[in-house]
């Protein structure tokens, strides 16, 4: 199951977005995964059944890109080095391609269990 997020609550409000929106720009510069070529839906754990399933729908060619990615990260890391200014992940770039999936999955499996718990009454 993902994570609570405060996010919906802090975009309806614009005075709180534009006093979140540096820090999380920070925040996100300051994690360092975009200079190893990284997009944030290449650090969530695959672990789980959902993410195995999401990984599973994933179009061939994006499922290629990010086990790229990964490697060349991974790569970097063993070498201590980073990306070159110019293939380093971009902000523009940085968009969920993975979360959309699990959400969707996870939708299912709540669909499935409220089917599962129905009673039907004559």
Same mark, same amino acid.
């Given at each position: +199951? ?10 309806? &409000?614009?005075?709180l977005?534009?006093?979140m +929106?540096?820090?999380? *720009?920070?925040? $996100? ?17 695959? =672990?789980? =059944? $959902? ?7 994933l179009?061939? #060619?994006?499922?290629?890109? &990010?086990?790229?990615?990964? &490697?060349?990260?991974?790569q ?12 380093? $992940?971009?902000?523009? =770039?940085?968009v =969920? ?9 996870? #939708?299912?499996? *709540? ?12």
């Open positions: +199951m993902s994570a609570p997020s405060l996010a919906s609550y802090i975009v309806k &409000r614009p005075w977005n534009r006093w +929106m540096p820090l999380a *720009q920070w925040y $996100t510069d300051a994690a360092g995964y975009r200079r190893l070529g990284l997009r944030a839906d290449d650090l969530i754990p695959e =672990e789980s =059944e $959902t993410v195995q399933t999401a990984l599973k729908r179009p061939p #060619k994006e499922a290629y890109d &990010r086990v790229f990615r990964i &490697r060349r990260a991974f970097c890391s063993v070498s201590h080095t980073l990306l070159p200014a110019a293939e380093q $992940t971009k902000a523009s =770039e940085d =969920e391609y993975l979360s959309p999936i699990i959400r969707e999955i996870e #939708k299912e499996k *709540q669909e499935r269990v409220d089917l599962d718990a129905l009673v039907v009454k004559r």
